[in-house]
């Protein structure tokens, strides 16, 4: 099975959006090219991006995501997660770094 197509998520996203309330563009049409490149047009993938960039967009009170923030979020980046070492017995295993890919 493959990944929705450029015009598929961008579609998909409007939808999202307008489920949501949206009435007016919220993302660039160059955000939208970067998250579909990363999520590879994986639904999922596509919902964790987008999510990631409304918060920066919201920290940085921006009215509209445009690339840098989609550039920004995790999942559209070479990063990827592991969980980090254990100091000792009191550290959470949970706790993640993020390790740069090369």
Known sequence: M????ALETK?????????AGVKHALFSDEAVAVICHFSKG???KINNI??????DGFLQE???IDETIARRAPGSSK???KPARAAGPSSS???????PVK
């Open 11 to 19: 579609a998909y996203i409007k939808h999202h959006l307008r489920l």
């Open 79 to 81: 990063t990827i997660r």
């Open 50 to 55: 987008c999510t990631a960039c409304l918060l």
């Open 62 to 64: 921006k009215s509209i």
């Open 93 to 99: 295993a949970s706790q993640l770094e993020q390790i």
């Open 2 to 5: 493959s990944g929705l197509s």
């Open 42 to 44: 994986i639904p999922r």
